[in-house]
């Protein structure tokens, strides 16, 4: 696909900084930016090799506006394959501002969100899932996820959907066969373990899905137990910082505090909660149903109890209760003279001992987290892939398909009841790719990004 016009757009965050970038892709580019350019040393931008840095001012109506660096690179080795024009500016909302506004006025239009990255779509430059991986790149909250991205954007899961694609195409070419020539059934049977397989591999593409999932919105854990027992000091100490309000005063917590941590490379979302216990204001009874609401939401419950004092009603009652998810019992204040003297009852078979003060135990309970929520599997790079709603329903329909044509073959149905389950999931399998994609669609993918990427 090739574009008329040329688009700009500010590709750095707003604000102070060393350095900022008004970035224009599009035939007009190097016109444009020769225009408002006045090089230090008398070289044509338009003559200047590609992929050349050179240094001068932005000047308009013969003002000089700033200082600046300009790369120029010339279609097709460049990342939209399109003229490319960088301005590195110094950052500030002003400088930046007005050289944007510089190359409106001079006939580019401002980019759409993340249009530089569906021109390069388009153009053919990346696939449709490394443009999303771009995506995955910028908001990648873990090491993991960062390097999980990284490992799309150079076509992991692409080449995954190609295989799959072209497996359909054989069997659905041999199908075809045995239905224009009869004699040739015996194929028909060979293609029954193929497809098997392809179904095996679509399966673990789901899996690593959902381990994607995992990696970019994280798992929650909510931190419950009655006033005083120590709640928001292990907050902070998974958190290893001073983020939640500690005092020997019970009831210190009186909304729940949300914050983000990693453990073994995987995003947990930590919630403090207030304590539970029966309210006796509306602001007790407004914290109660705060923390019931994330206790609702959790993956995991970390009952906290206190060392240093007996079991209370209190105690007992949580310990009893049916939370309907995973829970872990952590006994904190380890550093303190022990009165817990009685069996904890419940189903608490091996509760963590754990001082949050001074870090005593914090270790074994991460581990801990992670085997019961992971069953003791850590996520690795080459095991996960960072999928969206849209694509795991892609596979999975792709899935569906294949299986419904394993079963005819199996009940030796009609060939071309086979081959129509085949020729479904081979068109599934090109939208995966971005083939006849439709233009709602991809809009929707490409409005996540920023303006300027």
């Given at each position: 696909m090739i574009y008329d016009d040329t688009i700009s757009a500010i590709s750095t965050p707003l604000g102070e900084g060393g350095i900022g970038i008004v970035r224009m892709s599009g035939p007009q580019a190097i016109t444009i930016a020769e225009e408002i350019f006045h090089p230090a040393h008398g070289i044509s931008l338009k003559q200047a090799k590609s992929h050349t840095l050179h240094y001068g001012t932005i000047v308009s109506q013969g003002r000089e506006i700033d200082d600046v660096l300009v790369t120029v690179m010339h279609a097709p080795r460049t990342y939209t394959r399109e003229n490319i024009v960088e301005i590195n500016c110094h950052s500030g909302i002003v400088a930046l501002r007005t050289v944007?506004?510089?190359?409106?006025?001079?006939?580019?239009?401002?980019?759409?969100?993340?249009?530089?990255?569906?021109?390069?779509?388009?153009?053919?430059?990346?696939?449709?899932?490394?443009?999303?991986?771009?995506?995955?790149?910028?908001?990648?909250?873990?090491?993991?996820?960062?390097?999980?991205?990284?490992?799309?954007?150079?076509?992991?899961?692409?080449?995954?959907?190609?295989?799959?694609?072209?497996?359909?195409?054989?069997?659905?070419?041999?199908?075809?066969?045995?239905?224009?020539?009869?004699?040739?059934?015996e194929q028909i049977g060979q293609i029954l373990p193929r497809l098997v397989k392809v179904i095996d591999y679509t399966s673990k593409l789901l899996k690593q899905g959902e381990q994607g999932k995992i990696v970019t919105d994280g798992l929650t854990i909510a931190l419950v137990g009655r006033p005083n027992v120590g709640k928001s000091t292990l907050f902070n100490a998974l958190l290893a910082e001073e983020r939640a309000i500690v005092t020997p005063i019970p009831g210190t917590t009186r909304?729940?505090?949300?914050?983000?941590?990693?453990?073994?490379?995987?995003?947990?979302?930590?919630?403090?909660?207030?304590?539970?216990?029966?309210?006796?204001?509306?602001?007790?009874?407004?914290?109660?149903?705060?923390?019931?609401?994330?206790?609702?939401?959790?993956?995991?419950?970390?009952?906290?109890?206190?060392?240093?004092?007996?079991?209370?009603?209190?105690?007992?009652?949580?310990?009893?209760?049916?939370?309907?998810?995973?829970?872990?019992?952590?006994?904190?204040?380890?550093?303190?003279?022990?009165?817990?003297?009685?069996?904890?009852?419940?189903?608490?078979?091996?509760?963590?001992?754990?001082?949050?003060?001074?870090?005593?135990?914090?270790?074994?309970?991460?581990?801990?987290?992670?085997?019961?929520?992971?069953?003791?599997?850590?996520?690795?790079?080459?095991?996960?892939?960072?999928?969206?709603?849209?694509?795991?329903?892609?596979?999975?329909r792709i899935n569906n398909l294949l299986s419904n044509a394993v079963e005819a073959l199996k009940n030796a149905q009609s060939p071309d009841m086979v081959a129509e389950q085949l020729r479904s999931a081979y068109r599934v399998a090109g939208e995966l790719q971005g083939i006849d994609l439709s233009e709602d669609v991809l809009d929707h993918i490409f409005a996540r990004f920023c303006i300027g990427k």
């Open positions: 944007l506004d510089l190359t409106l006025r001079k006939g580019a239009r401002l980019a759409e969100r993340g249009e530089f990255t569906k021109r390069a779509f388009l153009n053919g430059r990346i696939s449709l899932d490394q443009a999303k991986s771009v995506l995955d790149i910028v908001k990648a909250k873990t090491k993991l996820g960062l390097e999980a991205a990284v490992g799309q954007l150079h076509g992991r899961f692409s080449e995954g959907i190609a295989f799959i694609r072209d497996k359909i195409a054989e069997s659905l070419a041999e199908i075809d066969v045995g239905i224009d020539f009869p004699d040739q059934e909304d729940t505090v949300e914050e983000e941590a990693t453990i073994n490379g995987v995003l947990f979302r930590i919630i403090d909660t207030a304590g539970l216990c029966k309210p006796t204001g509306q602001i007790e009874k407004a914290a109660v149903r705060r923390t019931e609401h994330a206790i609702n939401r959790a993956d995991l419950v970390l009952l906290l109890l206190d060392a240093s004092s007996a079991l209370t009603s209190k105690d007992h009652a949580l310990l009893e209760k049916n939370w309907e998810k995973p829970v872990l019992v952590v006994i904190n204040k380890s550093d303190l003279p022990c009165k817990l003297q009685q069996t904890i009852p419940g189903t608490a078979k091996n509760p963590y001992k754990i001082s949050a003060r001074n870090g005593e135990g914090i270790k074994q309970l991460s581990h801990g987290i992670v085997n019961l929520l992971l069953e003791g599997y850590v996520p690795s790079k080459q095991t996960i892939l960072l999928l969206d709603v849209w694509e795991q329903d892609l596979l999975f």
